[in-house]
């Protein structure tokens, strides 16, 4: 821009070509002066807009004095312009404001001292070099800062988004952890138990009846996980499946585990103590059967010869759930735990809002009890009555 404005100025200067005659320095050359001085602000228009304004308003100014050249006023423009658009916010918004009343000055000024309306043209011509570039500037940066708050924006926006997949990535595979854990823990269980049973009794008919719960365990594991990669698989599904695990199934829940806990010397009973039984809330019965699944597990896994007690109740709009069998050593095979179990249930009751409680209780006498109680609120907002 200073290169083409400095080579336009002399091709002007060289024509003859003036904006003005009859000034204190008549010389053609003198002009080539102020030419010379804003075409070099040109290349500080960016990196030292106010200062290359202020110089080029005195080089304009001094052009007044001689010839004038053309090439001098539009480079002046351009450095108000520049001074808007790459200033402080504080400069664009002085700027405009300072050009529009120098404008209206300098045209009632010379009004009144030619007293000719001709007088209004030095006005419009003020407006053209100073204020005119100048609100140019102002809008351009408006432009200019909204199109960088809106990438910044976007920019924000991808990053949440980015957030909230990984999130959701993480609790969909701590779901599924956690489902497929509930799911297969108790067959998978059985299976240890009876297996280590057949191998270290010699005996044909606890082998035979080991071999038949072996079976029976694998092929129900077998349908669990058919079940889970089923809904995996499916797209669009965020809801529970219809085959999702209720209240309702709790007896064949207690059944089965009366079958694997033959062996090991465990009684499981069932009590339901509530007045209605009214289907509950989808997530609250999955819920609930899962803490029953995995305290039966658990009791399988780690529980000594005696009764393995199940109590269904609800209190308000509270649904309590305990487990509790004998806590002692025992005799005889048992399958490892990895605690898995325990962190699954606080994951669902937390998720529901409610509170849950796993340990050791004391019964008075010798026999210890370890106990799983847990209340879930039936509905949103409930509280402990």
Known sequence: MATIGLFGGVVLWALGLSLQADRVFVAPWVSLLPLAVVSGLELVRRTAPQTALVIGTLALVADQFT????????????LM???????????????PMTTFLITIAVTIGFLAWFRDPQALLIGVVTAMVSFLPAITGVSVRNHRDAAETARQHAEQT????????????????TRMARELHDMVANHL???AIHSTAALSIDDPATSRDALGVIRENSVDGLAEMRRLIGLLRTKGNTQEPAASPTLASLDA???????????????CTFEDTRDERDALPTP????????????????LKHAAPGPVTVRIGQLGQL???????????RPGPRAPGSGAGLVGMRERVALLGGTIEAGPSATGGSTK???VRAELPVEEGASRT
């Open 369 to 371: 009890i370890w106990r």
């Open 158 to 173: 991808a990053l949440l988004a980015e957030m909230d997949r990984a999130q959701a990535v993480t609790a969909e595979r």
């Open 189 to 191: 269980s059985a299976i």
């Open 81 to 95: 312009y520049a001074a808007v658009l790459y200033g402080t916010p504080s400069a664009a918004r002085r700027i």
């Open 319 to 329: 649904l309590t759930v305990e487990v509790s069998s004998v806590f002692e050593d």
């Open 67 to 78: 010839v004038g050249n053309l090439a001098t006023v539009l480079m002046f423009t351009d």
């Open 253 to 267: 829940l207690i059944e089965q585990t009366r079958t694997n806990a033959a062996s090991s010397g465990l009684t």
């Open 284 to 299: 609250v019965e999955l819920a609930a059967y899962r803490i029953v699944q995995e305290s039966l597990t658990n009791a």
